[in-house]
């Protein structure tokens, strides 16, 4: 295989003929354009009676679930959930206010939660493309929130995430989201300058944290709940775009469990290139926290990079650390020669489960 270099445009277009790397560098526009989409919402459900707000999805459709947990749950005075799988919990009825994402509009195990919602009385916002979940909500007069089609989901998570918090901001539940997202735009906007295809490598951290990443497994730590689901993020986009096994897990509870397997070097732990997020503006005292782990880890693993994210709010730190991560996910897979597109496990997962 012949030797990828990031800074040759030609040769990054070669490599991704389905432009995964223009639809990551597009966040920033696909922001705004979510943002419209919410605005654009008709027949927005009362907030009279909800006590309780949840998403249903699986994968990329859910990871915006995640996102807005984090980032409204200090604003809305009502529990935020996110359920993955088939059914949603007993307790959830008239007083919940159930978000339904599956970005195909057929995701099995979404349909299900939804059927079991619609048993339940839940009020429901439906959020897809297409499929069958877009034709149940047309014909059962639920709300759609209709994002544009041909995309992966992993790579639309603005517009599974962002129009749900304009529908919640309309609907009195939460102030000034919009403007916080009009704003952490301009920010993704000029980390789209430095690290994008068009900066080198020598002053792009996504392209340098790429090729320390050849030949490892990532291991991603987030410090905080924020910075925790970019974390997770982090590895599913390992996953999906780099084509490579990647773990996560969250500080402080990794201190009570994970950062055991590192207390022998071992040729499996030289084998773990791992990354911190932390953000700028972290307590004195979860800093310190990720110091010393990062210095214990560091005795094991094959290399440790601690990567201290800013920004003026969570929303900011969260979406840059989105960002950061999504290229770097793009980055290696064509170091390693691979098309970031096609998911073939699960499309042949999904075939089998079909079969069966």
């Not at 200090?74 to 159930?98: A, K, N, Q």
């Not at 997020?277 to 094991?300: C, F, H, K, Q, Y």
């Amino acid at each position: 295989m012949a030797e990828v270099n990031l800074d040759d445009v030609a040769q990054l277009a070669a490599g991704d003929p389905s432009g995964m790397l223009g639809e990551v560098e597009g966040l920033p526009a696909q922001c705004l354009e979510a943002l419209e989409i919410g605005r654009g919402l008709q027949d927005l459900p009362s907030s009279a009676g909800i006590r309780r707000v949840a998403f249903a999805g699986m994968g990329g459709s859910a990871i915006g679930g995640d996102v807005l947990r984090v980032l409204l749950q200090d604003e809305v005075s009502l529990p935020i959930t996110v359920h993955r799988g088939y059914s949603i919990p007993l307790s959830m009825g008239r007083d919940t206010l159930l978000f339904a994402v599956s970005y195909s509009g057929n995701t099995e195990e979404t349909l299900s939660a939804v059927e079991a919602a619609m048993r339940q009385g839940c009020a429901i916002v439906a959020a897809s493309s297409g499929g069958t979940l877009s034709r149940w909500a047309e014909d059962s007069g639920l709300p759609l929130i209709r994002v544009p089609a041909g995309k992966q989901p992993r790579a639309a998570l603005a517009y599974l995430s962002l129009p749900m918090g304009v529908v919640l901001e309309r609907m009195g539940m939460v102030e000034g989201f919009s403007s916080r997202v009009e704003r952490a735009v301009e920010k993704l906007r000029k980390k789209k300058e430095e690290w994008g295809r068009l900066s080198p490598t020598q002053s792009n951290l996504a392209k340098q944290m790429a090729h320390r990443l050849v030949g490892k497994i990532p291991v991603i730590y987030g410090a905080g709940e924020a910075l925790s689901v970019a974390a997770y993020r982090w590895k599913c986009q390992f996953n999906e775009n780099s084509k490579v096994p990647a773990f996560c897990h969250a500080l402080p509870e990794m201190d009570h469990n994970e950062i055991v397997g590192f207390q022998e070097r071992s040729d499996l732990t030289r084998l773990l290139e791992v990354v911190f997020l932390v953000s700028e503006d972290e307590t004195p005292r979860m800093r310190r926290r990720v110091e010393i782990t990062a210095e214990i880890v560091g005795e094991a693993a094959g290399g440790v990079t601690v990567l201290h994210v800013g920004g003026a709010n969570d929303l900011e730190r969260l979406f840059t650390a989105l960002f950061l991560g999504d290229l770097v996910s793009v980055y290696l897979a064509l170091l390693r020669g691979i098309d970031p597109t096609p998911v073939e496990s699960i499309a042949a997962l999904k075939k089998r489960m079909a079969e069966a």
